[in-house]
């Protein structure tokens, strides 16, 4: 608090003050200007009548130790005077020349740390005696302060006022160069690293694979991948020495008990401030405004958004912690100043990572963007703990709900994204049917997609769960995100269905459908995510229907060539005859060669599904024909128009089963050899 200085001899037009209010970054109080370092003290005030060289006696005469005894009688006895009733103690009290002394003593410490002949914390006796002195300076301007009218003490309160703005100015500027050096050692450290490569190559390369003919199995998931600086260039945040630390103690505990509270905290706040934006810097952290995020490409944007997952998972492990532990070694003592100070830094921080945040919600939305989503979601929601554990609950608390609010609205775009899927798959109805009745990439994109969600499915319940409770959307038994998995799978069956209705062909819409199917199952066993999700009823009756299809196809594609070779209606009038035999055989081969033909340009890519189908086709056909040709070829041998009818041998039909289903590839193999 600011008094009014009322003796015209009193130089100084700025008094101490010990306010103990906190120092916000966003509001800074202005420090007041101090004296220059080196400047000499201004020639004291004398008494007329005082002898000129009785001071410097004194002074002579004097030790430190022996001023400081002095000094401490004398404000003892002024505080005595005080508490004795009398208004004006300076009346009765003459203000001893150790006072002057003191005041000598002080200035020439100054002048020797200002000059560079000494170094604050290179000598511990030295400070200490430093300290001491310039704390009774402080304490006899303070009470001198207080009777800045008297005549009496109008000189010794310049005096002493004038040595202690001097010695808060050293004490500033010591202050200012030891908390300037670690900024320097992280200039000099300052690291090659690129998230922003690393974390953009690796989500093209998911995204890449949605469409891709592998199997989930075959691609490395980059999930937990995210890109983190190399842990030696910030293994100690902040890289204070101890003895720097000690000596930042000192000056702090000493400008606090002075009364310049403000002025300390203010060079500490702008300093570490500073300090901690060269950190984030350094690996590769700028701050992007919303607008600025709004323009960016997306690809440009992962390489930011992989950035700022380093930066938030290090200030959560690393960095916060750090910044408390020196905040706390500094202003040891003062625990609600080192939380204050503290709580501003890190606020300062956090509000710009979440702010961010939100401006990644704000970008349009489109399915790849899912991951991404889920990444930031995770960290914020793993800062939390983080924040828990450095702030006072009172404190932190409001910067935990910021944290989940920033988090939740993540997680609302993550839901959205999946609901949008729905909607993807409905308005994908395209009439051109997949060539050869192949697996469709709608199939390959939702499943792979579907695949890499579920590597987030504790994220995703978690999402969902907070999504209903927001929302009001009633609970169900399942997990909701299960319930939006089936969901989505429904509706890709149901897509599935009205494509196979393109083909013309009964028997390639079954293996469309079969070939779809078996991907859909294969990619489900192959995630024990989607499996648990799923569940094995829903496997259960997958399996169902694809045997259905099986016999589907059989039934479709089989069914007349057995009725080629059945032995019912052969005979007329008690006779085998020639004729229906020779009709027999001849319908036989013309079905089975256009089945040949057709079927063995269709694709059925699963190695398994293929074998299958030929084994079950092979295990009807072969064995009919076999019996069919074995008891009814006789009947034709030996006549000129026998191997017109007879065309296969049964190896013959079973060497050319082994053509289906291979795109064709076998029978031109075949024909070229």
């Not at 003592?333 to 080192?338: A, D, F, P, T, V």
Request: net charge negative; with cysteine; aromatic share 8%.
């Amino acid at each position: 608090m600011e008094k009014n200085a009322a003796a015209p001899e009193k130089s100084v037009s700025f008094p101490r003050h010990s306010s103990k209010k906190n120092i916000l970054f966003s509001s800074p109080i202005t420090p007041r200007r101090y004296e220059t370092i080196d400047e000499e003290a201004p020639p004291e005030s004398q008494d007329p009548d005082q002898d000129p060289n009785s001071s410097n006696q004194t002074a002579t005469e004097l030790n430190l130790s022996e001023v400081l005894e002095q000094v401490d009688r004398f404000l003892d006895s002024f505080s005595e005077a005080k508490e004795n009733g009398n208004s004006d103690p300076t009346e009765a009290l003459e203000v001893p020349d150790s006072v002057e002394s003191l005041s000598k003593t002080v200035e020439s410490m100054i002048n020797k740390y200002g000059r560079s002949l000494a170094r604050f914390g290179e000598n511990e006796d030295e400070d200490e005696s430093f300290i001491d002195a310039v704390i009774r300076i402080s304490r006899i301007s303070t009470m001198l302060d207080d009777f800045s009218s008297s005549s009496k003490t109008g000189s010794a309160l310049n005096r002493t006022s004038t040595v202690l703005q001097r010695a808060m100015a050293q004490l500033d500027e010591e202050f200012r160069n030891l908390l300037l050096l670690d900024q320097q050692d992280a200039n000099a450290a300052k690291s090659d690293y690129n998230p922003e490569q690393s974390f953009s190559s690796k989500i093209t390369s998911k995204l890449s694979s949605f469409n891709s003919n592998s199997s989930g199995s075959s691609h490395g998931s980059v999930r937990g991948q995210q890109p983190q600086p190399e842990p030696d260039r910030l293994v100690e945040f902040p890289s204070f020495s101890e003895e720097s630390i000690s000596t930042m103690n000192k000056i702090a505990t000493t400008m606090i008990a002075a009364g310049y509270e403000n002025e300390c905290c203010m060079v500490y706040s702008i300093s570490r401030r500073n300090a901690f934006k060269s950190a984030l810097n350094n690996i590769g952290y700028e701050s992007i405004s919303i607008d600025e995020v709004q323009r960016m490409p997306w690809e440009s944007l992962q390489g930011e958004i992989g950035t700022w997952i380093s930066v938030v998972k290090l200030c959560s492990s690393v960095l916060f912690s750090g910044e408390r532990k020196l905040c706390d070694a500094v202003f040891s003592g003062h625990k609600s100043l080192s939380e204050s100070l503290f709580c501003n830094l890190a606020r300062a921080v956090a509000i710009q990572l979440f702010n961010f945040a939100d401006a990644i919600v704000l970008t349009k939305r489109s399915p790849e963007k899912l991951f991404t989503m889920l990444d930031m979601y995770e960290t914020l929601r793993d800062l939390v703990p983080a924040i828990r554990d450095s702030y006072p609950e009172d404190i932190g608390r409001e910067l935990i709900s910021e944290a989940e609010a920033a988090r939740n609205r993540l997680g609302e775009v993550a839901v959205s994204i999946l609901c949008d899927l729905e909607n993807s798959i409905k308005s994908d109805n395209g009439k051109t049917p997949v060539p050869s009745g192949s697996v469709h990439p709608l199939t390959r994109y939702v499943m792979n997609y579907l695949e890499y969600t579920c590597e987030y499915k504790d994220s995703l319940e978690q999402v969902f769960v907070e999504f209903e409770k927001t929302h009001g959307t009633p609970g169900t038994t399942s997990s909701p995100f299960q319930m939006q998995l089936l969901t989505v799978m429904d509706m890709l069956d149901s897509n599935l269905d009205m494509k196979s209705r393109l083909y013309r062909d009964p028997a390639l819409r079954f293996i469309f459908l079969m070939n779809n199917g078996r991907y859909i199952m294969q990619k489900v066993k192959g995630s024990t995510e989607i499996h648990q999700l799923m569940g094995d009823t829903w496997c259960r009756k997958r399996s169902t229907d694809l045997r259905g299809y099986h016999k589907n196809y059989q039934r479709e594609t089989w069914g007349k060539v057995l009725q080629c070779v059945n032995h019912e209606g052969l005979q007329v009038s008690g006779k085998v005859s020639k004729t229906v035999i020779k009709e027999r055989f001849k319908c036989f081969n013309t079905l089975f060669d256009e089945i040949h033909k057709t079927q063995s340009t269709w694709v059925v890519s699963d190695e398994q599904l293929q074998s299958e189908l030929r084994v079950s086709v092979s295990a009807v056909v072969i064995p009919a024909y076999r019996s069919f040709w074995g008891r009814f070829k006789q009947y034709l041998e030996g006549t000129r128009q026998a191997e017109k009818y007879i065309k296969y041998q049964p190896e013959d039909i079973e060497n050319l089963i082994d053509d289906l289903f291979d795109g064709g590839n076998t029978s031109m193999m075949r024909r070229r050899t």
